[in-house]
């Protein structure tokens, strides 16, 4: 699924960086989950770096394994368990290495992840990688380490990341932490707590730092990025915004392109769509999860808000950004779903013409508010068959929505060769749909080209130059 870039439910990438690493110790990272791990992930590895670790690829010639954790639903956590029973045989072979359980299921499960799993050396949650390089002399030591305290001003602002693992065009910002949202059945407020901005200057000096070095591309990470909000602490100067941030990053330099995720329909202001209507180099796509299309169940999820507010948006967004695509995150089978619920969660799908959606079957996580409130009681049968339907219908939809780009040009930014086939490459237009089409002299990655769209799948649009070579 080339599409799944932006957000969620990457699957245990291995971030590799200088492999010419004689005479260091050497770490070797998995990241799980969301885009904002994979960014921690590059976070810590300029930690590590500062101490002296580089990282490697080959698990067995590691002196620390790190694997950066999501504990969204349950089979999140399960990959995480079979991937340390792997460790755990390294480990037996490597006795000096040392295993460090980073991220969400960190936070989770705190101290307890000692007990339930001998081989941790390490448990350190999304706000405490500054302590790793303590907690790894320790570790050394003999003693193992926990560090799960969450903080409300922890931003990592300073840190200048790692980009490991990249194509040297696309890269990742994080703009804010933590989760003031209070939906019930999410367990990010409690992992990952508090939400905080970025101060906007440490942001925009990245970007353009990233623009320098060839870079074309910057999305701004953050779980609500519509209340990003920052303000000199101390002062009563003006309060800088989601709107102001996005349009100083789009001043950086037209050539740069910004995207962000993931948008919470309750924040998403008409500032931030006019900044995008006012920036062609601000992409028009917006991630903007409904997560059901019924209000009852919205209610319980504690969205904040209804199904008609919500179409509302949506007509909004069409009316001032009529080339915006716009795509969602969806639950099917949460507490109470019943079946015009779900056809609700279906028609919605029909109405806002989603370009692409990641879907989900509920999965109950221990301390959220539903786990206290509601019953767990659809079914797992139902689940699963209301999960297949919305996913049918997002296919047909994604097709035809892809159809209706036949003939049209679009200006695409190559990310690198095509998974398929050297002779072509791979990029996104504006609307964040992968596009593939043969290569032409001059062009490389990071160059723009217009492509002329000659067929499409439900995942991926082909093209040719629109300029004839
Ligand atoms: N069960 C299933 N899906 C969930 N998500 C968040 N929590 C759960 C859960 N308990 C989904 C939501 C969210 C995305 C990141 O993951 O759709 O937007
Ligand atoms: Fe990201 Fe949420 Fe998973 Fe944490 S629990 S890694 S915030 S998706």
Not at 115 to 135: H, I, K, N, T
Request: hydrophobic fraction near 35%; aromatic fraction near 8%.
């Amino acid at each position: 699924m080339e599409q799944q870039t932006i957000l969620h439910d990457r699957q245990g990438e291995v971030l590799t960086g200088d492999l010419s690493a004689k005479g260091h110790k050497k770490f070797y990272i998995e990241s799980y989950g969301c885009q904002m791990n994979f960014s921690d992930s590059e976070i810590v590895a300029s930690i590590l770096q500062e101490s002296d670790y580089r990282a490697t690829r080959n698990l067995e010639e590691a002196d620390l394994i790190l694997i950066n954790t999501c504990s969204i639903r349950e089979k999140a956590e399960e990959t995480v368990r079979k991937r340390l029973r792997v460790f755990e045989k390294t480990k037996s072979t490597n006795p000096g290495t040392l295993v460090g359980v980073l991220g969400c299921m960190a936070e989770r499960l705190k101290q307890k992840f000692l007990e339930e799993e001998r081989l941790v050396d390490l448990v350190v949650g999304p706000d405490a990688y500054r302590d790793l390089p303590m907690l790894i002399a320790g570790a050394e030591e003999g003693s193992k380490g926990v560090n799960v305290f969450l903080s409300r001003e922890e931003t990592y602002a300073d840190i200048s990341p790692v980009r490991l693992d990249s194509n040297g065009v696309t890269a990742f910002i994080s703009i804010m932490r933590g989760c003031d949202n209070m939906c019930s059945f999410c367990v990010v407020p409690f992992t990952r707590g508090r939400e905080r901005s970025r101060d906007p200057f440490s942001i925009v000096a990245e970007a353009r730092d990233l623009f320098a070095r060839g870079y074309r591309e910057v999305t701004l990470l953050g779980q609500n990025v519509d209340s990003y909000k920052w303000q000199r602490p101390d002062t009563d100067e003006a309060v800088h915004t989601f709107a102001d941030l996005l349009a100083a990053v789009a001043e950086i330099d037209p050539l740069l392109r910004i995207r962000f995720s993931t948008s919470h329909p309750k924040d998403i202001t008409d500032d931030v769509l006019h900044t995008m209507a006012n920036y062609p180099n601000i992409c028009k796509y917006i991630h903007l999860p409904v997560q059901s299309g019924s209000s009852t169940v919205l209610q319980r999820m504690n969205r904040t808000y209804d199904r008609p507010w919500y179409r509302e948006k949506i007509m909004r967004i069409r009316e001032l950004l009529p080339e915006c695509a716009i795509s969602s995150d969806i639950i099917a089978g949460f507490c109470g779903e019943l079946e015009e619920d779900h056809q609700d969660t279906l028609s919605m799908i029909e109405f806002a013409r989603y370009s692409m959606s990641y879907m989900f079957m509920y999965s109950e996580r221990p301390g959220t508010l539903a786990a206290k409130k509601y019953a767990d009681d659809v079914p797992d049968v139902d689940k699963k068959r209301r999960l297949q339907e919305i996913i049918t219908l997002q296919n047909r939809i994604s097709l035809e929505e892809n159809q209706k780009d036949i003939g049209k040009t679009y200006e695409v930014l190559i990310e690198g060769d095509s998974k398929r086939s050297a002779d072509y490459f791979k990029g996104r237009n504006s609307q964040n749909k992968m596009v593939v089409f043969p290569k032409i002299k001059g062009k490389s990655p990071g160059d723009y080209m217009h492509v002329t769209i000659t067929a499409a799948t439900s995942a991926t649009l082909k093209g040719i130059s629109a300029i004839p070579s």
